[in-house]
């Protein structure tokens, strides 16, 4: 398949460059306080109310935004549930289409899962019942339609969920919310001339998965955080469909990372840079007690196919909505201000962290394979520049009446999922895992911790298990967070029985 750059602009239309180039015209300025989401705690069988509706956002100077967002205009409150307990909340829908309320990362039955079969239609309410037994994490809800989940992530039906759990031992983590324990929801967007957020994956925008060219932390474009001398926890989720973050501090100072996708490290790990992908999170321990402020960078995302489309611009890369950024492609996430009046409460890390949880999956019983596919059967790359779905693992692209796997409950399996052209996030509805090697070398799952997306370099291996139980009505999710690869048709549909 070979394009010219004239052809190729021709083709994706306003989809790539145009928005970027618009977006600048804003030139919006960073610097707005962090907005600190409301936090609705479902504990103690409080009913929660979550109705998906339509908004209208300040993000610019001088513009309003169209968005949408669960019971808030964007995005929606971090969502609290406690291990041993069974969350409700009635789930409203007050926008034309069917949404849904996917419970990212927690370990729950398929009909509880929020997923493709388990729609909210417009103007139904219905009641969500989660029963809550893992580990303290850091995991996140969002809408997940067929074909819809890209535009209705984008839009704003997204927010975080913490699962708190109250057996766990002191950990010693700050942990005051809003203060010294702060969600940050990172996700790229792009605006058009009249203010709104535009979403228009076609061609290369969508092969590459869709990416903007402003950031935005918890629906702020790149905002500035107030904190205390001291530890602060920042519980960072890439919210963005497709974009990978390099994150760090513009004076290369080490982080601590203590919590993966799916609970607490067993160590605090030190690092300089954290690599995000979307869907992944992670809890990292930063000390402002010297009291500078400090940016926060991401460095450039080259997730691309390699090859000759393009022509001079050589990668595929350099197609995509980006950032203003330094020669090195280094970009402002947002910045953080110490203010002293603030009580600093936590000034030391122990060198181990209570309460994290130690994986016991025993020894694995079968081996399962998983091929990420940029192509369908037939032609998939003329498919999905009609629109269709171009994009399948193990040559099968998602159809919502096909199960593409049994799996057999409390049986651990490695799962081999193998990616081409470019690096995948693959995700397991249901349920963490560990991740044994990636990339052809070995993984020390007490460094990576609990996963439920894994990045995948080529070829990944994982150690799963599933301890609930998903039907043929509602089977739980596999599929590549890419959200336009999702769309494509990179999911599959599993039931554990
Ligand atoms: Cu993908």
């Known amino acids: 398949m070979q394009f010219t750059r004239r052809s190729f602009i ?15 015209a804003w030139a919006a300025e960073g610097g707005v306080p962090l907005p600190i989401p409301e936090v609705m705690d479902l504990g103690s069988g409080t009913m929660g109310e979550l ?12 513009a309003s935004t169209e968005t949408a967002g669960y019971s ?29 309320v996917h419970w990212h990362g927690l370990h729950i039955e398929g009909h509880q899962d929020g997923g493709p079969h388990s729609p909210v239609n417009p103007n139904e309410v219905i009641d969500a019942a989660l029963d809550i037994d893992q580990p303290a994490a850091t995991l996140w809800y ?52 009249n203010g709104e957020l535009v979403y228009e994956p076609r061609g290369p925008s969508q092969m590459m998965g869709y990416r903007g060219n402003e950031i935005l932390v918890n629906g702020a474009i790149r905002p500035e955080a107030s904190v205390p001398a001291g530890m602060v926890r920042l519980r960072i989720l890439n919210g963005s469909n497709a974009r990978i973050y390099h994150f760090g501090f513009e004076d290369g100072r080490t982080f601590m990372q203590v919590g993966a996708d799916g609970g607490l490290l067993p160590s605090p790990t030190p690092m300089n840079t954290l690599t995000l992908s979307p869907a992944e999170r992670a809890e990292i321990i930063v000390d402002f007690s010297d009291g500078a402020a400090v940016r926060m960078l991401s460095g450039p995302d080259n997730n691309s196919p390699m090859g000759g489309m393009g022509g ?13 950024s330094d020669a090195n492609g280094v970009f402002e996430v947002m910045r953080f201000a110490v203010n002293s009046s603030l009580t600093a409460k936590v000034s030391t890390l122990a060198s181990t962290i209570a309460g994290a949880p130690v994986p016991d ?29 171009g994009m399948s693992i193990n040559g099968e692209s998602m159809e919502m009446s096909v199960i593409n796997e049994q799996v057999a409950l409390g049986e651990t399996e490695i799962w081999e999922i193998t990616g081409e052209e470019m690096l995948h996030p693959f995700h397991v509805h249901g349920t963490s895992f560990q991740v044994l090697s990636n990339g052809g070398r070995a993984v020390d799952p007490a460094q990576t911790g609990l996963k439920d997306v894994v990045l995948v370099d080529g070829k990944a291996e994982i150690l799963v298990r599933f301890d609930r139980t998903a039907d043929a009505a509602t089977p739980y999710m596999y599929h590549c967070h890419i959200l336009e690869h999702e769309d494509l048709g990179m999911m599959g549909q599993f039931t554990v029985a």
């Open 142 to 193: 969002h809408s997940h339609i067929m074909d819809r989940t890209g535009a209705h992530v984008w839009y704003g039906l997204a927010g975080m969920l913490l699962v708190d759990d109250p057996d766990a031992a002191d950990n010693g983590l700050p942990s005051t919310y809003g203060e010294d324990d702060l969600p940050l929801v990172v996700q790229d967007r792009i605006f058009g001339s």
């Open 361 to 389: 999956f025993g020894a694995p019983v079968r081996r399962r394979s998983f091929q990420l596919n940029m192509m369908g059967g037939g032609g998939g790359m003329m498919r999905m520049m009609g629109g269709g779905h």
């Open 51 to 62: 109705t998906a509706q339509l908004g209208s956002s300040q993000m610019l100077q001088g």
């Open 312 to 324: 001079g611009m050589g990668r595929m890369g350099g197609m995509m909505a980006s950032p203003q």
């Open 10 to 24: 021709k083709a994706t239309g306003a989809g790539v460059f145009l928005p970027a180039i618009i977006g600048r």
């Open 72 to 100: 808030q205009a964007y995005s929606g409150p971090v969502i609290r549930v406690k291990r041993g307990e069974t969350a409700r909340a009635k789930l409203g829908n007050t926008i034309a289409e069917p949404i849904s």
